[in-house]
């Protein structure tokens, strides 16, 4: 089967592989629409997994189960299903311990263009179909579904991860998609002043149609300075960071959010070092939590999830800018998450 790959480091192009085999609990799917995402760009351009060869691309995907194994009970052949990025082994001890993510090591449940081969084939293998795969909801469109994968969990982790709570001040700091899925997840569970950081216009327009209630650019100064000016000195309660660089985003984030307040990180750190800057963070003691995730997978969350876009909570296709169709499109989608022109914020790739 063809697949488009990280070849090596810093090179993609298109590979012949075999079709992958599916076991007992796994099925084997043919995707019905992908999208590239930043952290693809992350394991190819900057080896931030370290060095991967001929590595078929892609975790987010919308698909057509084609086979399944044995022992699968609830999926057959030609379910149309949501497969979330993150695809854990549900009985290793890590899950056991309620962090299916690192199930088998840390970010170990990352499997698909991290361990294995991802979506980006004409097929892929799902392990434990019954626990990690969702039908598609009825009359759900490809493209939203495919928000499901990994861009609304992701920024609805980061809004976890912080915390927040009704009636909180936050800062989402990064508005591209998953930045705006922490908007509008920060919106749902009830901020009040919601300060989004970014600098392309469409992502400024989509944040304030998720919920923000203002926009910073980064261009024009500190945005810790900018948030303590908006907030009478004061600060926010809660930080969600989903863009950013990895020395100055943190240093800003404890900067700008108050004593007790939290820090919920999704941003996939590709370089550099995390800078806690000492006396913002209290001398150690400001009581200050910075908190980081890999986004939650499996059936359950997926189902959730998709059940805020079914009942019209959530809209996930305002963020989609570009719509391709056909195969042969992945490269030039993934390109534009590597060039990232001013008026993206989401390609989505339909088969
Ligand atoms: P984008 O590149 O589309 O968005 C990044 C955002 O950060 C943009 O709004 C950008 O602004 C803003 N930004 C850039 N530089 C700065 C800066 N110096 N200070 C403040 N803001 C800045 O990324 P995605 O939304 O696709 O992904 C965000 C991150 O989430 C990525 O690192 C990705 O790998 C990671 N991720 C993590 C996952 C997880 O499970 N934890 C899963 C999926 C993704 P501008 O408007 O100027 O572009
Ligand atoms: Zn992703």
Redesign the pocket.
């Known amino acids: 089967m063809k697949g488009f790959a990280m070849i090596a480091p810093n090179q993609v192009g298109w590979i012949e592989k075999e079709r992958p085999t599916c076991g007992p609990l796994d099925a084997i799917v043919r995707p019905l629409a992908v999208a590239p995402?930043?952290?693809d760009?992350?394991t190819v351009y900057e080896g931030a997994l370290g060095d991967r060869f001929n590595m078929i691309l892609g975790h987010e995907g919308v698909g057509e189960v084609v086979e399944v194994g044995s022992l699968v009970k609830d999926f057959k052949p030609g379910d149309r299903v949501l497969v979330p990025?993150?695809t854990p082994d549900w009985g290793a001890v890590e899950s056991q311990a309620g962090y299916s993510v690192h199930s088998g090591g840390m970010l170990a449940g990352?499997k698909f263009s991290n361990f294995k081969d991802g979506v980006f084939g004409e097929f892929f293998h799902v392990n434990e179909a019954d626990a990690n795969l969702a039908l598609l909801p009825e009359g759900m469109d490809l493209a939203s579904a495919v928000m499901l994968a990994?861009?609304i969990?992701?920024g609805f982790?980061g809004v976890e991860l912080a915390d927040v709570q009704f009636g909180d001040k936050v800062c989402v700091?990064?508005?591209?998609?998953?930045?705006?899925m922490a908007v509008a997840g920060a919106a749902l569970r009830g901020a009040s002043d919601l300060y989004a950081?970014?600098?392309?216009k469409i992502?400024?327009d989509v944040a304030r149609e998720y919920g923000a209630t203002e926009i910073i650019d980064?261009h024009n100064g500190d945005?810790a300075e900018q948030v303590l000016a908006l907030t009478g000195g004061k600060g926010v309660d809660k930080v969600v960071i989903?863009?950013?660089?990895s020395e100055?985003?943190f240093a800003?984030a404890v900067k700008m959010v108050k004593a007790g307040g939290r820090i919920g990180n999704?941003?996939?750190?590709?370089s550099g070092d995390v800078i806690i800057p000492r006396v913002e963070w209290g001398c150690g003691m400001g009581h200050k939590t910075i908190a980081g995730?890999?986004?939650y997978g499996g059936r359950l969350r997926m189902e959730k999830l998709a059940s805020l876009i079914t009942s019209g909570r959530l809209d996930p296709s305002k963020m989609i800018t570009h719509t391709f169709h056909g195969f042969e499109y992945i490269e030039e989608a993934l390109m534009l998450?590597k060039n990232?022109p001013r008026d993206?914020?989401?390609p989505v790739v339909i088969l």
């Open positions: 995402c930043t952290s760009i992350h990025a993150i990352w990994d861009m969990p992701t982790h700091i990064g508005i591209g998609p998953v930045g705006l950081v970014g600098s392309r992502c400024a980064y945005i989903a863009g950013g660089t100055e985003t800003q999704v941003n996939y750190l590709g995730g890999l986004m998450m990232k993206l914020i989401k």
